[in-house]
């Protein structure tokens, strides 16, 4: 089974403190994906990686940046967090050379205070 | 621009069956997806259609009318432990994936 481990479940963190969420996948999987969900709205990706070293801007990519310096982990940093990016962070991940089937993570619930 | 519409809840009964509506206006279209969230869990995939027709998976089944932009998922001989969430999304001209906001599934006994 592939298996998409992000590293924390739930976090608080203070306004303009730098956070890391990490997201490891296990299949070799050449995609991976951070989402954001939030009520009432369908998921928006903020940032995607087709490769390693490589990543692409999504839908809402303003005060997030990624990292994949390996294949297996993809890297989201809030460079200083604010209220309004309190919300499901969710890692994804997938095989084809489109979007395919996705592989989520647990989700990160983050809270920015 | 782009949209995924889904009916924000529904409320069905245990045992019976229950159809969940999607309608979609994208930049293409390369296939639709219905996924499961349970609460405080991961989605996971439920089906995916890219031509014409009803695909069925055990209970559950998928439709998709392209020319229509509409889509439904199934859903037979419900069980308490299909009270979920079920997203409907749509890879669009570029491979990537629009999302609706999701459909609250609760079963009654």
């Known amino acids: 089974d592939v298996k998409v481990t992000q590293s924390s479940r739930y976090l608080v963190k203070r306004t303009g403190e730098k956070v890391f969420l990490e997201c490891v996948q296990d299949m070799d999987h050449e995609n991976m994906f951070w989402y954001r969900q939030d009520p009432g709205l369908g998921l928006r990706l903020i940032y995607f990686s087709y490769d390693v070293k490589m990543k692409e801007k999504g839908d809402i990519p303003e005060g997030y940046s990624v990292s994949r310096e390996k294949k297996e982990r993809f890297s989201l940093i809030l460079e200083s967090a604010s209220t309004n990016q309190t919300s499901m962070y969710l890692c994804?991940?997938?095989?084809?050379?489109?979007?395919?089937?996705?592989?989520f993570g647990e989700g990160s619930r983050l809270t920015v205070l | 621009g782009q949209n995924i519409d889904q009916p924000t809840e529904m409320t069905a009964t245990e045992g019976a069956i229950v159809q969940i509506n999607c309608t979609y206006q994208t930049s293409g279209f390369n296939g639709l997806f219905w996924y499961q969230q349970h609460a405080g869990e991961a989605p996971t995939f439920l089906s995916y259609?890219?031509l014409d027709g009803l695909e069925e998976k055990g209970r559950f089944s998928s439709f998709l009318s392209r020319s229509k932009g509409y889509s439904y998922l199934l859903l037979k001989e419900l069980q308490m432990k299909d009270s979920a969430s079920y997203l409907c999304?749509?890879?669009?001209?570029?491979?990537?994936?629009?999302w609706g906001a999701g459909t609250k599934l609760i079963i009654k006994p």
């Open positions: 999304a749509v890879q669009d001209s570029n491979y990537q994936l629009i």
């Open positions: 994804a991940s997938s095989l084809g050379t489109d979007t395919g089937e996705l592989f």
């Open positions: 259609n890219v």
